[in-house]
């Protein structure tokens, strides 16, 4: 098969205020690209039109008020489309105190708007949750957001013709070639319903999601899978024959070629387009820092695919002599530095419970609107969870980070004056721990602030992120915070800033911790990797200075004691050498002798959360798996081995691919999909599911 040529077209991005594009779609006549645009709370929500060569902006209409949730579906022939605005509130606010169920209630509009003129049409008064249109556009389907309630629509007067009532939750609504006749898939079923006699009649089964339907309604396409394992169904409407796509991934969306012969696949940081008739891969595409692709559609003349990557729009152009076109970015001038926003974990060490409000309070410096002094340190700092990770530097709160004796070194050495150390306690012990908190000592405007100030202390209630500002911003420092906060406790959040050229020595060094945003796209320049080198070369001439005696190894003396203390009277003999010889890995002599002595075992309320098990597993349940992990620059694979589950989702890996004395352990954080680093080695890992 011919290795297709295509051209990659940045749209130009909106100006002003932070915005997230959640879908885009091709105007009939494929020169014209529209995106749907939910910004910041106090901005409204957007239209924009690109001209889908050149990807300059044609046009931005901001006459749809803004609602936190809003949907958009369009017609088949692209002429008009349904904006559905939303907002969920809680209707029965003292549930905590009645013990009550929660009760919700669902308000906003649906807006009929005309693609050629962008001019709404027509007004639903109730937000929808599904919406279809007709073939020759005068009809629509749309199934209210609270009722269960499937209603048709009659554009030309806006009037309702029919309802269906006690429908369930409809994952799709579809005209077929007679108007008088709906599909709706509920309850993994297709059912037709004729909307002129009233009749509904159940159909074949479509079990699975990110449902979607050709333009001729001939093909209709489903995923099904498990967690980040799905694959496409194609489906024949007119046999109701369907076969399975053999692709596996992280799907976000589908969609067919105009002439249902290929199949565009979003799979999250991947770009795949699928032959149907040779049955394989036409396309796979993917770069580095291009991930969350959330969308991706065929234009009506099949030749370009509109994507949505990093909330941003993206066109792929496969005509002959289509050229690439990147956005380009401020350049630094002399004295300057590209930066990138760095970013980690949500669950913090000094954050109560790793989420919520922070273990060292902020002062509040304004009683009106109750902002708090980023800038005060608590001293000693406390500290709570997850002080055993292994990593060198993590997020703290208000844009401060937590550095371990290797990163320390690194910012006194390479970036003097950059940071100011405090020491850190336990929260519990009152012990010193092994962290430092580390607070830049500068701070950089990257947001514009919003209309909205607080008429006593002048400051804004909210900051509108500009995307190029806040991920890629140019300084005079190697680390910076930002002015800007944010947060869920009054604002106690701000970004935090590396220099580019300090990010890839701490790579050159094999320091771990934050990573790179994934909005950000800067590279080292030559002058940037001549700095990394002569920073390099001071820093191990700094370590050949002052190395010395090595420290024992406390976590192993205290495992050989756990052992004595907890070893079984008769210990189950277990065949490790079969399953090494299997599997191709040598699993660690800790986790043997472990399992030799100890045998399987359950830790309960690790890492001082109640309710968090884990069940260290026998060496026939162990899982063999290449763990995809979302690197700063691009998807990564690791060989793991699953020793520990728990239950709730999480899991803990043996990471084979670190040559080293014992495997690093890893947790698996479900929700997340990251493999974040927990312990050194199984030894420390056991201490510390002991509370040791």
Request: proline share 6%; aromatic share 10%.
């Amino acid at each position: 098969m011919t290795k297709p040529q295509f051209a990659v077209i940045e749209c130009e991005r909106l100006k002003k205020q932070y915005h997230w594009c959640s879908l885009a779609e091709f105007l009939p006549d494929s020169k014209t690209v529209v995106g749907f645009i939910n910004c910041q709370v106090d901005q409204p929500f957007l239209i924009a039109l690109w001209d889908a060569e050149s990807g300059k902006k044609l046009k931005v209409i901001d006459d749809i008020p803004y609602s936190p949730s809003s949907h958009v579906w369009v017609s088949p022939d692209r002429r008009a489309m349904a904006i559905a605005t939303s907002k969920i509130s809680v209707v029965n606010e003292d549930f905590l105190k009645t013990g009550d169920r929660v009760q919700y209630k669902t308000t906003g509009k649906t807006y009929i708007v005309d693609t050629a003129t962008l001019k709404i049409r027509a007004t639903l008064p109730y937000p929808v949750s599904e919406a279809a249109f007709s073939g020759d556009g005068e009809l629509m389907a749309v199934r209210d957001a609270d009722d269960k309630i499937v209603r048709i629509i009659n554009l030309q007067t806006n009037r309702e013709l029919a309802a269906l009532k006690a429908c369930n939750d409809a994952s799709m609504l579809a005209f077929r070639h007679d108007p008088a006749e709906l599909w709706i898939v509920q309850d993994d079923v297709v059912c037709t319903w004729n909307h002129h006699t009233g009749k509904v009649q159940k159909g074949a089964k479509v079990p699975g999601s990110n449902h979607a339907i050709s333009p001729d309604g001939r093909n209709l396409v489903f995923c099904c899978g498990k967690y980040k394992q799905y694959s496409p169904v194609v489906v024949d409407t007119t046999s109701w024959k369907s076969r399975k796509i053999n692709f596996f991934g992280e799907v976000r969306h589908c969609s067919l070629s105009p002439d249902a012969i290929k199949l565009a696949i979003a799979a999250d940081n991947t770009l795949v387009i699928w032959d149907l008739v040779e049955d394989c891969v036409w396309l796979k595409w993917k770069k580095p820092h291009y991930i969350g692709i959330s969308h991706a559609t065929f234009s009506p003349d099949g030749q370009r695919i509109a994507c949505t990557m990093n909330g941003y729009v993206c066109i792929f152009d496969f005509r002959a002599g289509a050229k690439n076109h990147a956005i380009e970015h401020p350049k630094p001038k002399a004295g300057e530095l590209q930066c990138l926003r760095m970013v980690g974990p949500d669950d913090r060490m000094d954050r109560v419970d790793g989420y919520l409000e922070p273990l060292n309070p902020l002062p509040v410096i304004c009683p009106e609107c109750k902002q708090v002094d980023l800038d005060y340190v608590h001293s000693p700092y406390v500290l709570g969870k997850k002080v055993e990770s292994p990593v060198d530097f993590a997020p703290a709160v208000a844009g401060n980070l937590l550095v371990r004796e290797s990163m320390k070194r690194v910012l006194e050495i390479a970036a003097p004056e950059s940071c100011k150390f405090y020491p850190t306690i336990h929260r519990k012990t009152k012990q010193p721990t092994a962290w430092w908190l580390a607070v830049p000592q500068h701070t950089q405007t990257t947001s514009e602030p919003s209309a909205n100030k607080c008429q006593k202390c002048g400051e804004p209630h909210n900051w509108n992120d500009v995307m190029e500002a806040t991920a890629n911003p140019i300084s005079k420092f190697e680390v910076f915070k930002a002015y800007n906060s944010w947060g869920p406790n009054s604002h106690d959040e701000r970004n935090l800033y590396f220099s580019v050229r300090l990010e890839s020595l701490l790579k050159k060094l094999g320091l771990r911790g934050m990573v790179r945003s994934i909005d950000c796209k800067n590279v080292p320049t030559p002058e940037d990797l001549a700095w990394v080198e002569e920073k390099f070369r001071l820093l191990k001439q700094a370590d050949s200075k002052s190395a010395g005696a090595g420290k024992s190894d406390t976590a192993k003396d205290w495992f050989k004691d756990y052992l004595k203390k907890n070893a079984k009277k008769k210990p189950v003999v277990h065949d490790f050498t079969a399953v090494e010889k299997k599997h191709g890995v040598k699993l660690p002599e800790s986790y043997k002798e472990f399992i030799a002595t100890v045998g399987t075992k359950t830790f309960k309320d690790i890492d001082d959360e109640e309710g968090f098990c884990a069940h260290v597993l026998p060496p026939k349940k162990l899982e063999f798996e290449d763990c995809c992990e979302q690197g700063e620059d691009e998807e990564a694979t690791f060989k793991g081995v699953m020793f520990a589950t728990t239950d709730h989702g999480d899991a803990f890996y043996f990471d084979v691919c670190r040559k080293a004395a014992d495997y690093e352990v890893r947790k698996h954080d479900h929700e997340i999909g990251s493999y974040e680093p927990y312990a050194k080695n199984f030894a420390e890992c056991i201490k510390r599911f002991a509370g040791a």
